[in-house]
């Protein structure tokens, strides 16, 4: 029972550390690197937590040195999915019942803990699991992981807050109940914050929750559950599987008491999971939540107005940063004759500064691809970029994957502004660029908006105001995050809540108190005083 009206800590962002050469920070990372990298775990499954191996095991290595085992994993047997709902199903009555500030108390304490004590843990485990360089992992592992804590819990009070009017005769409120059910997580592998804030949003309003992480991201996802453990989460709320994703995604589809799916990944998988819920909708005892976070064939556009400069670090920083491996990723670029000299010559510096190689060097901007598969389809598109007459490789082209799965930050420079590297999401170093005659603004405008599927994230470099805000307009549908003479990466928690539409998901807004909505289903309440006791109403009097 509540004993007060408490208010939480306020929601800052987590400051982002530097790791320059000198700083305690860096050289407590690079420990751990060592560290882990001369370690090996072995990673169970966690249902009511219990710690079950399978003898089924699968290895975890690094991209960048795949040679190099850093453990292993427990894959699950439907048995243990049903065992893992079951426990979710068992669990929830007790938490959904404990009082919120406990349930937010947890997840404060899961921020403090990577803030702190687990800060270089967590790092080093995914820079050596993702192949992300220390400030890719810093900007996302940490400190984003931290606000999506912090600022949820804060967003889970303004929603409580949120209440309806009431009269001296009647007392009116709403409930924010849990789902009637279970939630099921699917994360991916290119953010560990995304893999922790998937589960953990839908657990901090009362939820219990059955967790598939990424085949590719388990290692880091482990630190996750370890810190999960230490801040108090209680047997049962959160299970973690992992396994075959067909198996695991149709038992769980199958239960009358799957509730809802917090999902991040790919379209394909997405829709395909949609479908199959569909399918069981009359299984169920209430309609799911669906929401999903999906693909990106994201753009820049530079108006003829725009600094050459700033559009080339744009570029520079939007479509190579981890490896183009964000779903924000730019991935197709949109320049006006007049300043492509200028930009073609600022990008071809930056891309030649560029270092390439693990993580644990840190003057290496470019790092690895995330597996085997995702390598051979970028060098594929990136042969039949050398063989296509429509298509100029101007920068990169090449790959290696000896040692670990190295592609060289690749420009491609199309005459075709539908060519194939224009449309499809490649999910990689790779970014193809259309020059537009100046005089085309509007058509160009028009030709972004209708080229993709995908309505994710987009940019657009410009210094005339006029151009700024006609793009703004025609392009309202075509980016779920826009943005104005910036990258179109790098979405921040409370400041710019991250999602799109079409076939880039849900756009239930990460980051927001939005996408907290999803995982309660509101009762209202309505308790009158006194009470009449004569049925007839004024209007039938005599």
């Known amino acids: 029972m509540g004993k007060g009206f408490f208010q939480v800590p306020t929601a800052i962002n987590e400051p982002v550390k530097s790791y320059a050469p000198g700083t305690s920070e860096r050289e407590e990372v690079l420990a751990s690197y060592k560290s882990m990298y001369n370690s090996s775990i072995d990673v169970p499954l966690l249902i009511n937590g219990e710690e079950i191996r399978t003898g089924n095991t699968g290895i975890m290595v690094p991209p960048h040195d795949h040679q190099h085992v850093l453990g292993t994993y427990h894959k699950a047997e439907k048995k243990h999915i049903q065992q893992a709902i079951d426990t979710a199903l068992e669990a929830r009555s007790k938490w959904a019942d ?68 009431s009269t001296s005769g009647a007392w009116n409120r709403i409930e924010y109940r849990p789902l009637e059910g279970f939630v099921y997580a699917i994360t991916p592998f290119n953010f560990t914050a995304i893999s922790g804030n998937l589960p953990a949003s839908a657990a901090l309003m009362g939820n219990t929750v059955v967790w598939k992480p990424s085949d590719s991201q388990i290692y880091s996802a482990k630190v996750i559950i370890d810190i999960f453990k230490e801040a108090g989460v209680p047997d049962g709320v959160i299970n973690v599987v992992y396994g075959d994703p067909v198996m695991i995604t149709d038992t769980i589809l199958a239960s009358p008491d799957f509730a809802g799916i917090h999902f991040t990944g790919s379209t394909h998988v997405f829709k395909d999971i949609w479908s199959k819920i569909g399918t069981n909708i009359h299984t169920y005892k209430t309609y799911p939540r669906i929401v999903g976070e999906t693909g990106g064939k994201d753009f820049i556009v530079a108006h003829p107005s725009a600094d050459a400069k700033q559009v080339a670090t744009g570029i520079s920083r939007g479509a190579f940063e981890f490896q183009g491996q964000k779903c924000s990723a730019a991935s197709r670029a949109y320049i006006p004759k007049s300043l492509w000299s200028d930009i073609e010559k600022y990008l071809l510096e930056d891309i030649k500064s560029f270092k390439m190689g693990s993580p644990e060097d840190m003057s290496n901007f470019i790092t690895a691809v995330i597996h085997e598969g995702s390598f051979d389809k970028l060098a594929n598109f990136i042969d039949q970029a050398k063989e296509d007459k429509e298509a100029t490789i101007i920068a990169g082209g090449g790959y290696d994957k000896s040692k670990g799965f190295f592609v060289e930050p690749t420009v491609i420079l199309t005459e075709d502004p539908k060519y194939t590297t224009m449309c499809t999401e490649l999910f990689g170093p790779v970014i ?82 939005l996408n907290l909505l999803r995982w309660v289903s509101p009762r209202t309440i309505k308790e009158t005083f006194v009470s009449p006791t004569d049925y007839r109403y004024p209007f039938l009097g005599a």
């Open 432 to 513: 193809t660029i259309y020059v537009y005659d100046d005089d085309k603004w509007a058509e160009t405008l028009d030709l972004i908006d209708t080229t993709s599927e995908y309505a994710l994230t987009g940019a657009i470099f410009s210094l005339d105001r006029y151009a700024a805000a006609e793009a703004t307009k025609t392009l309202e549908n075509a980016a779920g995050n826009f943005y104005i003479n910036d990258k179109p990466t790098g979405a921040v928690v409370g400041q710019q809540p991250f999602g799109g539409a079409r076939a880039s998901g849900t756009n239930d807004k990460a980051g927001s108190y």
């Open 98 to 165: 404990l009082a919120w500030e406990q349930r937010a108390a947890i997840f404060l304490k899961a921020a403090e803990l990577i803030a702190g004590p687990y800060r270089a843990k967590i790092n080093a485990a995914t820079m050596l699991a993702q192949s992300k360089n220390i400030y890719q992992a810093e900007i996302d592992a940490a400190c984003e992981f931290i606000d999506f804590l912090r600022f949820n819990v804060e967003f889970m009070t303004q929603i409580y807050e949120d209440q309806p009017d």
